[in-house]
C-alpha cells in the first residue's frame, strides 16, 4: 500500500465545529418567515378498518384553518420498490396511526385542535397482528389488490395471500445433505419489532411556489429518492423531476429512519394544496414511533445439518417477517436477509424461505442492519447450542465454518477477500476466550458469548453515486454530493480522498448537505454503501481535477505531463525539481502566457460511480445467477458479562468487536461507530422492544417505556479491532462498516446468558426479568427433578 | 406556541397565594413544573390560575430543629443531594434524591410535587411513610398537618383539600439510625421506579419498611416489622418475611414490569436492602448511593 | 393576557412579551432566535432542550417562559463569549458527537458538573450527563472527553 498523507489518518471531524457550537442547523432551525402554515395530522384509531365517510366541516370551520386535505386529492399509490402505500388512506386503514387527512392551520394549535373536529366513520374489520394469523388459510386480506402492484422485478409478491414478497434461496441439495448429517439441530427464535430513537424527529417544510415549483426541505438520509418519489407520486399535478428540489440540513441520527420516503410525502403533497405558503409537518415524539418505518419483527425457524468433525453441511433457514401494513421499503428487508440468512459461513446446501407478511401493524422498514440483526439472533445462538451440543467449542466451530475468500455465497457468486478468522482469532484473545471467569460476588456469575457477523449492502444493481468538486480563488475546495451526513462522518471522510488525490488538506475542503438543485445524485445514504460508492465518486472527480490540472499546466507551460504530480498544494515535476507551481496561483484565473493572455480556467471535477458488476436477476426458484451484492462486510464480536442471578440484572466488563473495513479511512470515525453501534445493538437485546396493545396500538411510544439506554447503560470497557483486508474495488480498498457494529449485540449477549447460567432465550429482549424468572422456573424444575 | 390560557402570578407570602388560589376556578401550584408543564401541554389539566410558589422565600429551606427537618415546598431533589444536614442525619434521603430521574429534573423538580402528583411509581412516598412524616398544609382555614400514611389515598389522589397549599413536609428523627433505599428500575439510567422500598434501621433494633410501586399507594409493611423488630436476622425469618411480603403487596403487571417479577424482586430487594440498613448502622455496608440491586 | 418579563439571555438584557402558557424552549427558539436547544421529545425526557437556569441545567421544554422573569438563561451560544470552550475542544478532539443533535443539551450538562466538581470521577460523569440521550456515540467518547479534560 503507498504512503498515504491523509487517507487513514484520524483526522478531525470538518463538521465537527458546526455541530459542537451549536450553528449546525437541522430541519427545526431553519426559518420560513411568519407566512408558515402548520399542518396536523388526522390519524386512524384502528388497526383495520374500512374508511366510510369523513366529515371536515367544524374543522374547516375552526378558526386559523386554512384548508382540510383528505385521500380524496391524492388518489396515488406509490412506494419505493412495490407500489403499496398512498398519501393519505383511501377506502380503508391499515394500522393504527395511520393517516386519514391533515389539517392546515396558521398555528401549530390550530392545527392540532381542529384535527380532534374532523369525524371520521369507520368500519371495523378484523385485525391481523401476527405473522401467524396472516399466514391462516382463512385470513383476511389486507391487500387484495396485491397482485396488480407495481414492484421491482426482483419482487416475487403472492396474489391473493399476505405474502408480499417470498425470497427463495436454493444451494445444493440441502433435503439430502440433511439425510446424511451426523447430526440434525432445530429451532425457533423470535425478535419483536424496534424502533430507531434518532434523537431529532421527523419533519418537513413543502413550499410550492406561485411558479410552480415545489421545495422540500427534509430531515432525510435520500434527498434524491425522495424527490423521485415526489416527482413521480405527484406527476399527475404536473410535476417533473425539474421542478422539483429537496433540501437536506444535518440529520439529527438516522439508523435508517430517515431513509426512503415516509411522512415527507405529506409535507410534499400539503404544499401543493396551499400554493404559495410553507407549510411544516413536524412528528411528535410519539408519532415518531409509530408513524414512521419499524425494524420488522422476526420468527425464524432454523435447521441445521452438522457432521462429527464439526462441518455445517446443510442449513434450512425459515424467516417470517412480520412487515407491516405497507412494505414498499420493508420487502426489500426481507429480500436482502433472505439472501443471507446462512450467515457468515461456508455451507455447501442451503435452503432459505424469507417470508415478507403484511401485518395490521405499522409499516417495517429499513434499520441498522438491514435484517440480518435479526436473523443473526437466532443463527448466532444456534450455532452455540450446536456447538455446545456436539462437544466443540464455540469458537473452534466458528472457525471450522467460517468462510473464506472465494467460497461460493449462496446466489452462486464468490465471497470476496476478507479477515473473518483474523477477526474470530482477535475477539477470542482479547475476551480472554476460554478462561472461566467468577466474580467476587456470590451472586453473580460471569458468562462470555461471541458472535460472527456479515452484511452487504442491499441496494439496487444500478444505485450510483456521483460529485462534483469545484476549486476555489485559494486552492480550497468545496465539494458537491448527495451522500448525506448523518452522524457518521461523510463530510470529513469525503474531503479526506480528495485531499490524498490533490494534494489539499482536508482542512481546506468544504463539504456541505444537499440541495438537489445543486449537488449530483446519490441515490441513498443508506446500505453502509456510501463510503465505498460516494467516497468512488469523490475520488473520481478527484482525479478528475487532477488530470485537467496536469493538462493545463502541459498546455500552458509545456512540461511533460507524465511527469507531473501533486505535493502539497502544488503541481511538481519528477523531471523538473525546481519546478513547483501553487494551485492558488491558476487554479481560477489561469496561467498567463508571455503575451499577457491566459491558458485554463476554473478547475472542476466530475465523478461518477455505479456498480456495473451487479445485478439482481436470477433465478426465483433458487436465486442462482446475478450479482446482488456488491460484497461482504464482515467480523466477529465477544462480550463478558456479569449477571446477579437473584435479579438477571446484567453489566458488561468488556465488549470487543473486530471488523474488517478493508481500509480504515479515518480510524477514529470507525472507532465511533464501533462504540455507538455496538451500544444500540446491546440495547435492543437488554432493553428495547414495541409493545402492541391487543387491538394493535403501540404502547410504548416514548422515552419514558421505550428505554433506550443512558451513559449510565454502556460497557466497561470496548475495545475496537480494526481489520484491513483490501477490498479491490473501494476506495483505498475501504469498504462499508457503519450498520454493522450493532448486528453481532444480540446473539453474543443471548450465549454470554447461556455461558453464565445455562439458560437459552430464544426471544429478545433478554431482559433482566427474562431472566431471573427463568432462572426462577429452572430453579422449581430442578428442585422437582431432585425430589 | 402553547394553546393554553391561563393567568399566572408569583407571589412574594404564602396568604397571597392562598388569597389567589382562593379566587380562583381552577388553580394548579408550581414549583418545579416537571409534572404540572407536561400535564398543561398535554391537555390534561386546564388551569385558569398557575401560581408558582418559587418567590415564596422561605419555601426554599431545608431546616433541622428540635430533632425535626423539615423540607420546604420549593425545595428540589438537587438541593436535597447537597444538602449538609441531609447528609450527616438522614442520608438515605439523598440516596433516594439520586435516582429521581436526571440532573436537569432534579434541578427543578420537588419533593413535594412528587407527593403531590401522588403516582404509585413516586420514589418519596415510601421514605415519608417510613420516616412517618407529616405533610404540613396551610389553607383557609389555617395550617394542618397529614401524616404521610394517611396522605396517599388512592392514585393520583391525596388529603390535600380545595383551596390548600402543601407548604413543607416535617420529618422527624427516629434518633441514630440507617437506611437503604431500593429501587427497581429497567437499567441504571432513568427510569420510573417497578418497585421501590425504603427500609430504615433504627439503634433501638426496630425497623420500618415502605414498598412503593406495588399498589395505588405507598405501603408500610407493618406485619413485616413486627415480625423482625428486635430479633437477629436470619435466614429463617427473611423466608418468614418474604411470605408476608405476598400479603402485604399487591404488583400489577404493566408494560413496565410483570407482577411476577415486582414480587419476585420486591422480596430480593428486601432482604439485600435490610442487610445494607443493618450493615450501615454498623458503619460498614455499602456507601450511600451505591444500588444493592 | 400577555405579560410582560425581562431577563438575561446569554449576558444580554431581554425583554418580551408573553402568554403564561408559553414554554421557555419555544420562546427561545421561535421568538428569540436562538437555536442550539432543541426539541427532542418535549417531555424532558432527552435533554436535548437543556439550557441553563440561574447556573443550573433545567429542560426548557418543562419550563414556562414566564418563570425566567428576572432570571439568568444560559444557552450553549452563551457559554462561547472567548470562541469555543476547553470542553468543546475537548469534545472536538475525542470525536465525541456524530450527529450533534444532542451535543448544546450534553455540553451544557457537562459544563455545570465541571463548575461543581472540577475532578469527577466516571461514575459522577455518567450520572450528570445520564439526562441526555445520545443515539450515535454510545456516550464512551463523550465521557472520554470529559476524563480527559480534567486531567
Known sequence: MEESKYVGKSTVRIDGKAKISGAAKFIEDIDFGADLLYAEVVESKFAHAIINSIDTSEAEKFPGVVKVVTGKEFPYRFGLYMHDRYIFAQDRVRFVGEQIAAVIARTPAAARKAAKLVKVDYTELPNVLNVEDALKKDTFLLHPELGNYQHVPWFFPKPDTNISHLRKVRKGDAEKAFKEADFVFEDTYTVPRYAHCAIEVHGTIGLFDNSERLTVWTASQSPYTQRHLFAEALSPLGLTHKDVRVITPFVGGGFGGKAGVSMEIIGAALATTVKGRPVKVLWSRAQEFYNTYQRQGLTCRIKVGVNKDGKIIAMDNTLYWDAGAYVEYGANVVNAAGLSASGPYNIPNVKIDSYCVYTNLPPGGPYRGFGYSEFLFGLESHMNEIAKNINIDPVQFRRINAIREGDILNYGGKMNPNGLIEAIDKVAEAIDWGKKEYSDDPNKAIGKGIALFWKAPAMPPNASSSAFLKFNEDASLNIMISGMEIGQGLLTVMAQIAAEVLSVPPEKIRVETPDTDRNPYEWQTVASHVTWGCGRAVERAAIDAREQIFDLIERALGKERSSLYLQDECVKSKKDIEFSLPLKDFIINGIMKEDGTYRGGPIIGRGMFMPEFSSALSDPETSQGGKPNVHYTVGASAIKIEIDRQTGKMTIPKAVLAIDVGRALNPNLIKGQITGGLLQGIATVLYEDMRYSDKGKLLNASFSDYKIPTAMDIPAEVVSIIIETPQPDGPSGARGMGEHTMIPAAPMIANAVEDALGIRIKSMPVTAEKIALSMINENIKADIINS | MSENQFDYVKPKFLNEALDIISKSVNPFILAGGTDLIDMIKEGIVQPDMVVDLKGIEQFNQITFKNDILTIGAGVTFSQLIVSKVIKDNFPIIAELSRTVASVGIRNRATMIGNICSAVPCMDSGPLLTSYEAMIILAGPKGERKVSAENWFINSRKTAIEKGEIVTGISIPYPGKHAGCFVKLGRYEGEDLAQVNLVILALSDGNFRVSFGSVAPVPVRAKKIENLINGKTISHTLIEDAFNIIEEEIKPITDIRASKEYRMHMAKIMFERGLNAALSRLNGAGPEYGISVI | ?151
Open chain 3, 1 to 151: 393576557m400577555k405579560k410582560e418579563i425581562n431577563f438575561i439571555l446569554n449576558g444580554e438584557k431581554v425583554n418580551l412579551e408573553v402568554a403564561p402558557g408559553e414554554i421557555l424552549l419555544e420562546v427561545l427558539r421561535d421568538k428569540l432566535g436562538v437555536k442550539s436547544p432543541k426539541c427532542g421529545c418535549n417531555k424532558g425526557d432527552c435533554g436535548t432542550c437543556t439550557v441553563m437556569l440561574n447556573g443550573k441545567t433545567v429542560r426548557s421544554c418543562l419550563v414556562l417562559a414566564i418563570e425566567v422573569n428576572d432570571q439568568e438563561v444560559v444557552t450553549l451560544e452563551g457559554i462561547m463569549h472567548s470562541g469555543l470552550t476547553p470542553l468543546q475542544e475537548s469534545f472536538l478532539k475525542h470525536n465525541s458527537f456524530q450527529c450533534g443533535f444532542c451535543a448544546p443539551g450534553m455540553i451544557l450538562s457537562a459544563t455545570e458538573l465541571l463548575g461543581k466538581n472540577p475532578k469527577p470521577e466516571k461514575r459522577e460523569i455518567q450520572e450528570a450527563i445520564a439526562g441526555n440521550l445520545c443515539r450515535c456515540t454510545g456516550y464512551s467518547p463523550v465521557i472520554d472527553a470529559i476524563i480527559d479534560l480534567t486531567n
